[in-house]
């Protein structure tokens, strides 16, 4: 049976590891992709910027330098495509994909609103801020 949940995911990533262990608080063990390993192709990004219905300039990680030093600033989406295809350090994550919809998850509380299970139980973030309580019911 295929997931229920697919993750662009950097290990390395604390907001990333956070989505991962809100994702598994539903009972759900996510297809994981470490797009750094294994990119997506152009056909499986396009797919993702149009089911999340947002330019590709929101997916792009502006903080990195390379987003600098590639001079993307005024680049269109079609520059900032082909920027994420040549160097996948540039897709921001984590990316996730449900039945419910797809969405870049930041912060990670995002995640909550496409999952197709409810919360199981209590959960906190890495740096221990409580995002979901003891009844599954997430925390404002």
Known sequence: MASEATLWHNPRCGTSRN???????????????????????RA???AALARMQVPA???VRQ???????????DADDAVLIE?????PVLINR????????????RPSERVLDILPRPQRGAFAKEDGEP??????QQLR
């Open 19 to 41: 989505v991962l262990g809100l994702i598994r608080n539903a009972g759900i063990e996510p297809h994981i992709v470490d797009y750094l390993q294994s990119p997506p192709d």
């Open 44 to 46: 499986t990004l396009e």
């Open 57 to 59: 300039r929101e997916l």
């Open 63 to 73: 903080k990195e330098s390379l987003y600098a030093e590639l001079g993307l600033g």
């Open 83 to 87: 920027a994420m295809l040549a160097h």
């Open 94 to 105: 984590p990316v996730v994909s449900t039945p419910l919809g797809t969405r870049l998850c």
């Open 131 to 136: 995002v979901v309580d003891a009844q599954g």
